[in-house]
């Protein structure tokens, strides 16, 4: 396993972290959650990203467990804030970025990750009804309280990003990461958040490389999806899979098949080591339903592809690649859930 810094910080993390967004808690059962978890460290991974409202908290229960008895310094655990969690009903101020929720979801994950404190804190959408100040400043006592050490952002569009970044600085603490869908097939962020983040020295920490597992080749044109796969799942983001099950998404994702055998490399380890060629990218965030899949994935960390490889994927994928980034600008929510 190798290491990146997370942005210009002095935080290293494993390039690829483990990530339970829709397993642990969900599709998975507990004890198998753990065993994957245990192959992750096996293997190399020392870098845990959860979040509160995964599986309304069962995920960082989870993840708790399975770290418990880890030498708490060697590894780096971050979870995140904005969605409602806990039981209903539902309470005016259980979603977004005020002030009252970030302070009290704190110390939830704390409490359930079974912790005194996460290395990263990060938001999980820009809060539009939140004064900004309000919710940097909130951040801010978060950290100098000791319960986390840096903070990031998920899904921010890079201007929110750049807003962020102005206020952590005048408040002295350290916005270190942004969190987006990135992959061969899902590329908003090339255009404006990279760039930007290169400048404000912010690092992505990029989730579903593999597509949902489109980019697996498993998925293929013209046959029926297998069952028990994420796509028939509909707790498992059947609907978030099905934009990329289109007939010619699908026929051009096979052209990688030989560049994958090229490279003597699973589909999957293919598309982890491209999304890690970016070198605004710190770590591939990949989940898991059995420790099997950790073990081979992990393998993609430390590959390098050439400049032709790297062009033959964009050749194999050009007419079904999502660029614009106002895609970012769709993630954000237009209102509070409660």
């Known amino acids: 396993m190798k290491y990146r810094y997370l942005g210009s910080s002095g935080l290293k993390i494993s390039e690829i972290t483990y990530g339970n ?4 808690g969900s599709q998975i059962e507990a004890e198998t959650a753990i065993k994957c978890v245990r192959a992750a460290l096996e293997n190399g991974i020392t870098t845990f990203d959860t979040a509160d409202v995964y599986a309304n908290g069962a995920a960082e229960e989870i993840l708790g467990r399975a770290l418990m008895g880890e030498r708490r310094e060697s590894l780096e ?3 995140k804030v904005y969605w409602p969690q806990g ?5 005016p101020n259980d979603t977004g970025l005020s002030r009252k929720h970030i302070l009290e979801a704190i110390n939830g994950s704390l409490r359930r990750l079974k912790v005194d404190y996460v290395d990263l804190y990060q938001a999980h959408r820009y809060d539009i009804f939140a004064p900004l100040e309000e919710t940097m400043q909130a951040f801010a006592d978060v950290v100098r309280a000791g319960k986390a050490l840096y903070i990031g952002v998920s899904e921010w569009t890079s201007q929110q990003i750049r807003e962020a970044h102005k206020l952590a600085q005048e ?10 869908e990135y992959s061969m097939l899902w590329r908003p962020i090339e255009a404006e958040v990279i760039p930007t983040c290169k400048e404000l020295g912010i690092g992505q920490l990029v989730w579903s490389p593999i597509a949902q597992g489109v980019l697996s080749g498993k998925y293929l044109p013209g046959h029926k999806i297998p069952e028990g796969t994420r796509a028939t799942d509909k707790r498992g983001g059947s609907e978030l899979i099905g934009r990329f099950l289109t007939h010619d998404i699908l026929s051009n994702v096979q052209q990688l098949t030989p560049i994958a055998e090229e490279l003597d490399l699973t589909m999957a380890q293919l598309a982890i080591a491209w999304v890690l060629q970016n070198d605004n ?3 591939a965030i990949i989940g898991a339903s059995r420790p099997e899949q950790i073990v081979e994935n992990v393998k ?8 032709d490889m790297m062009q033959r994927v964009d050749e194999a994928l050009s007419y079904v690649v999502v660029r614009d980034p106002a895609e970012t600008s769709k993630r954000i929510p237009a209102q509070r859930s409660s």
Do not use: M
């Open 300 to 307: 993609a960390s430390g590959i390098v592809l050439s400049a």
């Open 77 to 79: 655990i971050f979870t």
């Open 171 to 180: 408040l002295g603490i350290q916005l270190i990461s942004n969190q987006p």
């Open 281 to 283: 990218v710190a770590s």
């Open 87 to 91: 039981p209903d009903p539902k309470g």
């Open 21 to 24: 967004w829709l397993t642990h």
